[in-house]
């Protein structure tokens, strides 16, 4: 057995065996772990390690779940039996959909929750689940044979040593991996306040020859409710009649209540010029800017507030969002203000802020960099190609979000307890066009990320398909089919189905003025409410307005859908032609230097993914198909 | 690579020539066929027969043609082949095939799927059929990516450098359109962002749209001398090259003077040569000497030359023999004004060089063979294919319009507002025009546009 530690200067007290083992308690690791515990049943044993299971669930950086394109993955979460929609129903506190003025596809529903209530939530659930072992440990190594994981190292809080043993570990280190704060030139090392950096992990990756990367983020400051001055700062308030992420909800809220919280509002305050000469004057006390953060490109899309007033100088304001933490608490958060600058100078511009003369800082924002395993690395099961039955997911796998990181965790979990059970064969993969998920990880694995990786929903070639109000027709069945999706919610997908289906032939059925109802519903001018009265006015029953809304939109993209399947089923035999492993890339005859280099580099899983590489074209693509049907002949002439 | 649709492409050697062939194989090969035929032939059935082409069904103009019928699996590719043996005029083959695949598009089957062959896959799909042994393959995989690479060289230049620049600045300009409307899409909750007015956008799109109107016309009045093989004269100025332009057309067109340079422009006119099997067109071409001395010549017209040297099938290179010559395939030494004497006599008798004098006539009658040989030689070549890209390249742009005209409709729909109604459905539209550009230039990733979006607007909370 090697590992990426000399083991023997420890003694291990004690040895247990896990189905799963997953690293890390954040969004990723939860997902992954209640996966990984719905699909191997209550006779298998799952271990959730973390360095501290009081922080399991925690919110670390903005206080919602959802948004444009994120929205949507929370629904393909909840499709898939998974936890984040169900614990963001339960603890919301403002719920809104983005993007109401637009089409269907491109809405994307989003909640502030109450951060405490919401890691208590996913607390309960997660202990809730009989098979799940929490362990509050510290990773010192990955145990190794011969290219595959058999376990890991730990050291409890009381310093003893523990291995555990199993053929699948799930690696979700967040911001943890080797991490380091900063605020102005004061470093802390640790991933988030207060909280330590796991260092071993980085050590053992390194050692077993992955390469690593380092990524940069950074949180803004939070300020006191109670010493702000609310008065003229516009607020912004939540939808009239919200609607939850998970399906689930309605029925297991206690007393079916939705949303189970009192709503909130939120408030708008801005930038001034007065603050951007400050921040301005003191750029070289940023650690972005004097070189002592050496993390590649912070994300474009959500720029410090030192990055907003070098790139766009001209502007006099931007806005900043005060949004509440928790309602027990007097913690607000300043959303578009992320910042590493010194104490002080955030003191000095944060009071330059209407409402903010007198606010107390309750915590000043920070960035944190953090080690990353560059994902092409990875297969888009979540596998490493390295060493087999370790998976990686979430921020270690170079993405940003909560939601992103669950939903690459939901895979891991998923896929490790089918590699255990079944072996290399029996993992899943979400095809770009079943899932936001699936989107994602192909991204990840043919593209090398300048930033860390955000959904938007530019990124969903058939954004048209990938809608929150389909989540559960495009992967429920599937969900059941791989035993992450419970009875309960099976059902409700069902009644739900039907109900749709029944809608649709009386839509048929039902004329007005010589046209049917559902050539109506084609039509931009008319509404979901107007269709429901027709069928009322017939004598009929009145429908749920989900219900009728996502026919309408069935109907109004029809003939885009029809469009998008054609190049779907275009594309099927290229994304479901596996490249196999013993193809040797070097002895491909004509390929281009350009596309081998990416081939070796990426090991593409199918044709389809070795076309989307960076300097693989139409051609080479070919030449692998051929080289493939080559390989198979001999190998068939020679046995 | 799609291997269930059918494919079609030119088979015979480019230019005109006595006989022109198309090549379809796949399942809806003979239906295709039979769509565009008066006497239809039977499915399976395996022969040849005479029938008649119908060229327009509404001006009842029909062609006479021979078909030959191989059904699978005993084809060259093992797939159902169809032949279609014609006169071999350019034009005219590019006409049969729109209409071939005009008239297949009909079959919604997406499996019946109709249209023009990548390059090389009739002979990856005789691979892939079994049809062709191991060792066959290895020389098939080579020939695919001398055809690929050949392939990508034409969409980057595209009949000429102008094209090329054209269609990737109208690609750049839509992936911005895009950009605007997919930030108003992906970034509402951002306090900068102002995704494009409907009207503006509308606009922007109707000048594209009009621009590739002017285009295509230029685009098909040159689409005859396109379809033929370049013979290129090359060479030092004064060497010649203008006064055996004239020589070969058998009349005056290019100006020829003793002064050197005199020739400042590209001058292209249609030669007719007598081939082994019948006449053969090629489009004779005189370019602007390359002078590097006096740099008389402006970048355009240096651009112009090397744009034509590059996309010669064949070039007469000529000398008076003070250089030395080098051999390589597709070239033809000549050394020009052998009626001169010269000082540099030991190498005037270059044995792989023509002796040719314009003035005395000397050499011009092989010469003509020379061309007429390595034309015909191209035919074997694996290379070449430009009839089939270009009517590719027309097929895309006409596609591309499709999504636009799309776009702008619903953007005039919206033309009174501030924001677009449907800015989904908006960029459904323009991301199927820059999916069907992707010929001419390649694949916008979605990334690009993403960048153009951070690029121009202060995102992110």
């Known amino acids: 057995m090697s590992s990426g530690h000399d083991r023997s200067s420890h003694q291990c007290e004690s040895e247990a065996a896990y189905d799963v083992i997953v690293i890390g308690g954040g969004h990723a690791g939860v997902e992954a772990c209640w996966a990984a515990a719905s699909v191997i049943g209550l006779e298998g044993r799952v271990a959730l390690v973390t360095m501290d299971p009081s922080k399991i669930g925690v919110m ?42 637009k089409g269907a596809a491109v809405r994307g529903p989003r909640c502030q929750n109450d951060k405490y209530e919401y890691s208590h939530e996913v607390q309960r659930l997660i202990a809730s689940r009989t098979n799940i072992d929490v362990i509050a440990a510290c990773v010192d190594d990955l145990l190794v044979d011969h290219h595959k994981i058999v376990g890991v190292k730990l050291t409890r809080h009381d310093q003893t040593s523990i291995q555990l043993m199993s053929d699948a570990v799930v690696l979700t280190t967040g911001t943890f991996m080797r991490a380091l704060m900063h605020t102005g030139k004061q470093q802390t090392p640790g991933g988030r306040v207060g909280e330590g950096s796991a260092v071993g992990i980085a050590h053992a990756l390194v050692q077993l020859g992955f390469e690593l990367g380092r990524l940069k983020t950074g949180t803004p400051p939070r300020l006191n409710r109670d010493t702000i001055d609310w008065d003229g700062l516009p607020g912004q308030c939540g939808d009239e009649n919200p609607m939850p992420f998970s399906d689930l909800s309605p029925s297991v809220l206690p007393g079916g209540r939705f949303p189970t919280l009192e709503q909130t509002e939120c408030r708008l305050t801005s930038t001034t010029v007065e603050m951007h000469e400050l921040i301005r004057a003191n750029l070289d006390k940023a650690p972005m800017y004097s070189g002592q953060i050496d993390a590649s490109a912070g994300p474009r899309y959500c720029p410090s507030i030192e990055d907003k007033v070098v790139r766009f100088a001209d502007r006099q304001e931007h806005h900043v ?48 960099e953090y080690d990353m395993v560059w994902p092409h690395q990875i297969d888009s099961t979540t596998m490493t190609k390295r060493v087999e039955g370790l998976f990686l997911a979430g921020q270690i796998n170079g993405t940003s979000g909560y939601e992103e990181a669950a939903g690459q965790g939901l895979v891991a979990g998923l896929n490790a307890a089918r590699f255990v059970a079944g072996g290399r064969e ?74 749709q289906t029944a809608l649709r032939v009386q839509m048929e059925r039902q004329f007005v003025a010589g046209k049917s109802l559902i050539s109506l519903a084609r039509r931009p001018d008319i509404t979901v409410s107007q269709l429901c009265c027709y069928l009322e006015e017939a004598g009929l029953e009145r429908p749920a307005a989900s219900t009728m809304q996502h026919l309408v939109t069935e109907a109004r993209y029809e003939g885009y859908l029809k469009r998008q399947a054609a190049e779907i089923r275009r594309r099927q035999d290229a994304e479901q032609r596996l490249i196999p492993s013993w193809l040797q890339v070097q002895s491909v005859t004509g390929l281009r230097g350009e596309a081998a280099e990416a081939i070796a580099r990426f090991q593409p899983a199918t044709l389809g993914q070795a076309a989307r590489l960076a300097g693989v074209g139409p051609a080479d693509v070919t030449l692998l198909a051929v080289a493939i049907r080559r390989g198979r002949l001999a190998s068939m002439g020679s046995g | 690579m799609d291997t269930a649709a059918t494919i079609i492409a030119i088979s015979s050697p480019p230019g005109s020539a006595v006989h022109g062939l198309l090549r379809l194989s796949g399942d809806a090969a003979m239906e295709a066929v039979n769509n565009c035929l008066e006497s239809k032939i039977a499915s399976k059935w395996r022969g040849t027969c005479h029938s008649r082409f119908i060229i327009d069904p509404a001006l009842h103009s029909t062609l006479p043609v021979l078909v030959m019928s191989f059904p699978s699996p005993h084809s060259y590719t093992g797939e159902d082949v169809v032949e279609i043996k014609c006169p071999g005029n350019p034009d ?24 023009h062959a990548e390059p090389g896959e009739f002979t990856a799909r005789a691979y892939w059929h079994g049809r062709l042994t191991l060792n066959q393959a290895e020389g098939v995989a080579a020939a695919i990516a001398a055809r690929s690479d050949e392939q990508l060289e034409t969409a980057c230049l595209l009949l000429s450098q102008a094209f090329g620049n054209w269609a990737r600045q109208s690609g750049d300009e839509i992936t911005q359109l895009l950009a605007l409307v997919e930030a108003g899409i992906d970034f509402t909750d951002q ?15 109707v000048d594209i749209q009009k621009q590739w109107q002017q285009w295509l016309g230029q685009y098909s009045v040159n689409e005859h001398h396109e ?107 000549v050394l020009t004004k052998c009626d001169q004497a010269d000082v540099n006599q030991p190498l005037r008798r270059d044995k792989h060089a023509l002796m040719v004098s314009a003035i005395t006539g000397t050499g011009l009658a092989a ?23 270009m009517s590719k390249h027309r097929q895309a742009l006409a596609d591309a319009s499709k999504g636009l005209t799309e776009a702008a409709s619903m953007a005039l729909m919206s033309a009174q507002q501030r924001q677009l109604d449907h800015a989904e459905l908006v960029a ?19 990334d690009d546009v993403l960048d153009h979006v951070f690029a121009s607007f202060c995102v992110g909370k």
């Open chain 1, 60 to 101: 670390s950086c903005n206080p919602a779940i959802g948004g444009l394109g994120k929205g949507q993955i929370v629904r393909e979460i909840d499709a898939l039996g998974g936890v984040m929609g169900r614990a963001a129903d339960a603890t919301g506190i403002m719920f809104k959909m983005l993007n109401t003025s």
């Open chain 1, 321 to 368: 969002f005060l949004e509440p933490e928790s309602l027990s608490t007097n913690e607000i958060y300043c959303n578009g203000i992320s910042t590493s600058l010194p104490e002080d100078v955030q003191a000095t511009f944060l009071a330059m802020m209407p409402g903010c003369k007198h606010a107390e800082v309750l915590r000043y924002g920070y960035a944190v």
């Open chain 2, 191 to 205: 306090e900068d962002v102002v995704a494009i007015k409907p009207a503006d956008l509308y606009e922007r799109i």
């Open chain 2, 428 to 446: 459904a539209a323009l991301g199927d025009a820059l999916t069907a550009m992707q010929p001419l230039i390649g694949q916008v990733p979605p």
């Open chain 2, 227 to 333: 379809a033929l093989p370049w013979v290129v004269l090359t060479g030092a100025p004064n060497v010649g090259k203008s006064t055996l332009f004239n020589a070969l057309l058998g009349r005056t067109r290019a100006v020829s003077s003793p002064i050197a340079g005199t020739t400042r422009d590209v001058l292209a006119e249609t030669l007719v040569l007598s081939g082994p099997t019948g006449p053969l067109s090629c489009i004779l071409v005189d370019v602007a000497g390359w002078d590097k001395r006096t740099g008389q010549l402006d970048a355009e017209m240096q651009i112009a030359a090397t744009t034509a040297v590059d996309r010669a099938a064949v070039q007469i290179a000529c000398s008076t023999g003070d250089v030395q010559m080098t051999q390589s395939p597709g070239v033809i030494n």
């Open chain 1, 426 to 499: 029996a993992m899943v993969r979400l095809g770009r066009e079943q899932a936001y998920i699936g989107v994602m990880l192909d991204d990840l694995v043919t593209k090398t990320p300048r930033e860390p990786y955000r959904m938007f929903t530019s990124r969903a070639e058939h954004r048209l398909l990938l809608r929150a109000d389909n989540s559960d027709q495009r992967l429920t069945p599937l969900g059941k089919e791989l035993g992450l999706v419970c009875d309960q919610r099976w059902r409700i997908y069902q009644e739900k189905s039907e109900a």
């Open chain 2, 92 to 115: 005219l083959l590019e006409r049969m095939i729109n209409r071939i695949i005009a008239g297949g598009a009909h079959s919604s089957d997406s499996k019946n799927n109709l249209r």
């Open chain 2, 367 to 389: 010469l003509n063979v020379a061309i007429a040989e390595a034309i015909t030689n191209l035919s074997v070549s694996p290379t070449r294919t430009a009839p089939g890209l």
